[in-house]
């Protein structure tokens, strides 16, 4: 028989775990995006402008952009979806020339994700949804000088393969 102290130890800690969730719940969230890691063309970009996910590991899914115009580099951003201090699903995005954004998620379903920040000066929301099982839905969209206005970005599933030496 336990004493009633050892009963009362674990009775507390039985019920304190049961009041925070353990932290690979918060992450499962974060799972609900598995659909978006790969490697992604964009439908009507020139070769090289892409979008590349890793899958989540460590709590973060990390992501790289890529914008090729006349066979140059014109855009470049460094993606995050992790979970912020308060447990939010976030996407923070660091584009070329650009200061550091974080948007947090609106709205995550079965193969789409809305991101938001309405402090943002453009966009104040970023989309992605799947299309059947090798497109990609990407939108960027919201006020500019006082015009509400959407940039769409198409894309396909693609091979990630590696870079050819020269």
């Known amino acids: 028989m336990r004493s009633p102290i050892a009963a009362t130890a674990l009775l507390l800690t039985l019920l304190s775990s ?6 690979h719940a918060e992450e499962a969230q974060l799972e609900r995006l598995s659909w978006l890691a790969g490697c992604w ?9 892409v979008e ?3 899958p989540l590991a460590g709590g973060t899914m990390l992501g790289i ?5 006349n066979g ?3 855009e470049h951003e460094f993606l995050q979806i992790r979970l912020n201090a308060e ?13 550091e954004a974080t948007f947090v998620a609106t709205s995550i379903g079965e193969r789409a994700v809305t991101f938001e920040n309405p402090a943002h000066d453009f966009p104040q929301r970023i989309l992605y ?38």
């Open 18 to 23: 049961l009041a925070s969730p353990p932290a």
């Open 41 to 49: 063309a964009a439908e009507k970009g020139e070769p090289g402008s």
């Open 52 to 54: 590349h996910w890793l």
């Open 65 to 69: 952009g890529r914008t090729v115009k």
């Open 72 to 74: 140059r580099t014109v």
């Open 87 to 99: 447990g939010q699903v976030v996407y923070i995005a660091l584009p070329s020339r650009q200061k």
């Open 129 to 166: 949804k799947a299309v059947g099982e090798t497109g990609l839905a990407a939108r960027i969209e919201g006020q500019s000088n006082g015009t509400t206005r959407g940039i769409d970005f198409p894309m396909k599933r693609v091979a990630c393969e590696p870079a050819k030496a020269p």
